[in-house]
């Protein structure tokens, strides 16, 4: 980054790449910006890490967008569920992506 970009951001806080990774998201706004649309991610609401909930997450298999205000901020997934490293193998709809706040999960 140039000299004069840092001190822009530095007078006005947090360059937007640090305010987008600390910003609350959704599911849909967190797969938009993955790598094919977040197919393949393994995603897990925020609220799981808060409760220490160990190898539960989602493996994301398919995702609808629906676009709001020129944004895909909203939609459907569906995927694999694991819970404390146990899964069934059932593709299901992921409950929860508007509502809940959303991470990727990192083993």
């Known amino acids: 980054m140039s000299?004069?970009?840092?001190e822009i951001f530095l007078k006005h806080g947090k360059t937007p790449i640090q305010k987008f990774t600390e910003k609350?998201?959704?599911l849909f706004a967190l797969l938009n910006v993955q790598y094919d649309n977040g197919i393949g991610s393994c995603v897990l609401p925020k609220e799981w890490v808060?409760?220490?909930f160990n190898d539960c997450y989602y493996e994301i298999k398919k995702v609808k967008f629906k676009?709001?205000?020129k944004q895909p901020d909203h939609g459907k997934a569906w995927g694999i569920k694991y819970w404390r490293g146990v899964t069934d193998s059932?593709?299901?709809k992921v409950p929860g992506g508007y509502k809940?706040?959303?991470t990727l999960y990192k083993s």
């Open 3 to 6: 000299k004069i970009a840092t």
């Open 24 to 26: 609350n998201k959704s």
């Open 50 to 52: 808060a409760k220490d």
């Open 67 to 69: 676009i709001n205000k």
């Open 90 to 92: 059932k593709i299901i």
């Open 100 to 102: 809940k706040d959303w």
